[in-house]
Nanobody
């Protein structure tokens, strides 16, 4: 069973910042496309950002310029740096590792943006 472990969620005021972390097994981290998804109450899960093995990134239009996905290979960890947070960013954020038809998910971490 592949375990992806997220951390870093919490309550933050509008305009604030948070950094999410996702620790993955080394073989997964090295070979899979790593991504962050989110699911707000009553909405479908959506892609926030992804990072391919070669380093190319992809972002949802709603977070471009505010969120940054990155990786630390020494720690087998993927990060999501979130700045200028808005109430609309409130959601459970999930880490995902994907390779062809294989896909693994973390349990999620809650981010609440509220004053």
């Amino acid at each position: 069973q592949v375990q992806l472990v997220e951390s870093g969620g919490g309550l933050v005021q509008p305009g604030g910042s948070l950094r999410l972390s996702c620790a993955a097994p080394g073989n997964i981290f090295s070979n899979y496309v790593m991504g962050w998804y989110r699911q707000a109450p009553g909405k479908q899960r959506e892609l926030v950002a992804s990072l391919a093995r070669g380093g190319s990134t992809n972002y949802a239009d709603s977070v471009k310029g505010r969120f940054t996905i990155s990786r630390d290979s020494a720690k087998n960890t993927v990060y999501l740096e979130m700045n200028s947070l808005k109430p609309g960013d409130t959601a459970v954020y999930y880490c995902n590792a994907r390779l062809f038809s294989m896909s693994y998910w973390g349990k999620g971490t809650l981010v609440t943006v509220s004053s």
